[in-house]
């Protein structure tokens, strides 16, 4: 079993940053892959990022490029996602997950967070 705690979510203007942060417990090694997506209402839900807690490969859509940086700190088994030039369509709840495969989508990752809501304000 793995934990996951997201944090940092909140009111953001248009334009600003923002940085979540997702806590891991347990069997973090063997979930070594953590990733983040977002669900915005009335749609499906959207990979993020993705980070493997060994080495540190990362893996972004194009969509994401260049706003968006993955990072960790294995020391604290804690990811963050920083979020920079924030955007209204960015509204959404923003998920950490993990499991084992190196994948973007959603139904490969095995456990998930309770998700924290980012409002950008326009």
């Known amino acids: 079993q793995v934990q996951l705690v997201e944090s940092g979510g909140g009111l953001v203007q248009a334009g600003g940053s923002l940085r979540l942060s997702c806590a891991a417990s347990?069997?973090?090694?063997?979930?070594?892959?953590m990733g983040w997506f977002r669900q915005a209402p009335g749609k499906e839900r959207e990979f993020v990022a993705a980070i493997h807690w060994t080495g540190g490969a990362t893996n972004y859509p194009d969509s994401m490029k260049g706003r968006f940086t993955i990072s960790k700190d294995n020391a604290k088994n804690t990811v963050y996602l920083q979020m920079n030039s924030a955007k209204a369509e960015d509204t959404a709840v923003y998920y950490c997950?993990?499991?084992?495969?190196?994948?973007?989508?959603?139904?490969?990752?095995?456990?998930w967070g309770q998700g924290t809501q980012v409002t950008v304000s326009s």
């Open positions: 997950a993990t499991g084992s495969v190196w994948s973007r989508y959603p139904h490969l990752f095995t456990y």
């Open positions: 347990g069997r973090t090694a063997s979930n070594p892959v």
